[in-house]
């Protein structure tokens, strides 16, 4: 399954020196068509979220989110907006946690969208230590 090659290959990253700078990655070879990637800043604890959107092929589009760094008591949560419809997915279950949703629904190509990812202290609490939104157009 790609999700999980991506997963892989985004946390080998992150473990073998990508540069990760205050609006996310700097570099972060993809394994196949993204639209965007995003990681929080870290939390004082040491903890952090990290997740991607995705077009595995030309119909569909897939959106993760992992959380990462040491425990702090929050969940990671990615954000998609497109077309003033907000798509969530939350990593609760602690550090090394993942979460995916596949196969999108209603996001087609050309599309404008923004994406980041942030921490939250339960399922409806305030985001914190959010990356900056990324902007893109659906591929």
Known sequence: MKYFKRVRH???AM?????L???GIVSAPAAYAEDADSVSRTSPEGGFGYGGFVN????RRDMDVC???AKDGRRAVAMLEVRGTRYEV???GGTGDCQFWEDLPTISTGQ???????LRNGPGGTDVYCDTWQYGIVD
Do not use: E, I, K
């Open 10 to 12: 985004l946390s080998a």
């Open 15 to 19: 473990l073998t020196g990508t540069t």
């Open 21 to 23: 700078v205050a609006g």
């Open 56 to 59: 595995p092929s030309s119909d």
């Open 67 to 69: 959380d990462g760094g």
């Open 90 to 92: 939350h990593a609760a």
């Open 112 to 118: 404008s969208f923004r994406f980041r990812v942030c």
